[in-house]
C-alpha cells in the first residue's frame, strides 16, 4: 500500500479539517492546502476561516497569521511536529523502513479502499495519540484520521475527500466522508 503513495520531492493536496472541542460552541471547519515544496520542508497553509501558513523545515517550525508577527521556534520543544515532518517525507517518498523507526505500521484492503495505520513508538507521542489511520484508494490519500488517547477520531480530509466536504457541518459527516460512506 505504501508505495501507491510515492511522489516526487514538490507535491500539494487540499485538506479540511473540521476541530471538536469543549471550549467552542460549534465546530471549525479549516481548509487549505498541504504543500511539500521539496522533500525537507512541509507547509500547512489555512486559507478558512482565517488566513495562517506554518512552515516546517531545518528543525524549526515557522507559524505566519495574518495581521500578526510570524513566530519560529524550534522542533525540539514540539517533537510531534518532528515526527510529522519526517512522517509525512517517508509516506511520500514509500520509504517503510524510515516510517517504521518512527510507528509501528500495519497495512489492510485492497488498491481501490485502503487503510494504513501507524502506531506512535515514541513515549511523548503514544501517551497522547492512539494511532493515526490513513485511508485511501489507489495512489490517493483521501483522509488522515489521529486518534487521540481520549476523545473523539479527527479526520483531515485531503484531495477529492477534502473537495467533497462542501458544507461540512459536524464530526460525524467528516467522518463518513474520511470512511468513505455517503452523506
Given at each position: 500500500?505504501?508505495?501507491?503513495?510515492?511522489?516526487?520531492?514538490?507535491?500539494?493536496?487540499?485538506?479540511?479539517?473540521?476541530?471538536?472541542?469543549?471550549?467552542?460552541?460549534?465546530?471549525?471547519?479549516?481548509?487549505?492546502?498541504?504543500?511539500?515544496?521539496?522533500?525537507?520542508?512541509?507547509?500547512?497553509?489555512?486559507?478558512?476561516?482565517?488566513?495562517?501558513?506554518?512552515?516546517?523545515?531545518?528543525?524549526?517550525?515557522?507559524?505566519?497569521?495574518?495581521?500578526?508577527?510570524?513566530?519560529?521556534?524550534?522542533?525540539?520543544?514540539?517533537?510531534?511536529?518532528?515526527?510529522?515532518?519526517?512522517?509525512?517525507?517517508?509516506?511520500?517518498?514509500?520509504?517503510?523502513?524510515?516510517?517504521?523507526?518512527?510507528?509501528?505500521?500495519?497495512?489492510?484492503?485492497?488498491?481501490?479502499?485502503?487503510?494504513?495505520?501507524?502506531?506512535?513508538?515514541e513515549p511523548r507521542t503514544a501517551a497522547r495519540?492512539?494511532?493515526i489511520v490513513l485511508r485511501g484508494r489507489d495512489?490517493?490519500?483521501?483522509c488522515i484520521e489521529t486518534r487521540p488517547k481520549?476523545?473523539?477520531?479527527?479526520?483531515?480530509?485531503?484531495?477529492?475527500?477534502?473537495?467533497?466536504?462542501?458544507?461540512?457541518?459536524?464530526?460525524?459527516?467528516?467522518?463518513?466522508?474520511?470512511?468513505?460512506?455517503?452523506?
Open positions: 500500500m505504501l508505495h501507491r503513495l510515492t511522489q516526487g520531492a514538490a507535491s500539494a493536496t487540499p485538506f479540511v479539517e473540521l476541530r471538536v472541542s469543549p471550549m467552542l460552541k460549534r465546530p471549525l471547519l479549516l481548509s487549505g492546502e498541504y504543500r511539500r515544496p521539496d522533500a525537507d520542508t512541509l507547509v500547512r497553509e489555512v486559507r478558512t476561516p482565517y488566513v495562517e501558513t506554518t512552515t516546517i523545515r531545518g528543525g524549526e517550525a515557522t507559524i505566519a497569521r495574518e495581521g500578526r508577527s510570524p513566530r519560529t521556534f524550534s522542533l525540539s520543544r514540539v517533537p510531534e511536529l518532528a515526527v510529522l515532518q519526517g512522517s509525512f517525507g517517508a509516506l511520500l517518498a514509500g520509504d517503510r523502513k524510515a516510517l517504521e523507526t518512527v510507528y509501528a505500521v500495519e497495512a489492510d484492503g485492497v488498491p481501490a479502499d485502503w487503510t494504513l495505520t501507524l502506531v506512535p513508538r495519540i492512539a494511532g495512489g490517493e490519500l483521501r481520549q476523545g473523539e477520531p479527527q479526520p483531515t480530509l485531503l484531495g477529492s475527500a477534502a473537495t467533497a466536504a462542501a458544507g461540512l457541518d459536524s464530526l460525524e459527516a467528516a467522518q463518513r466522508l474520511c470512511h468513505d460512506v455517503p452523506r
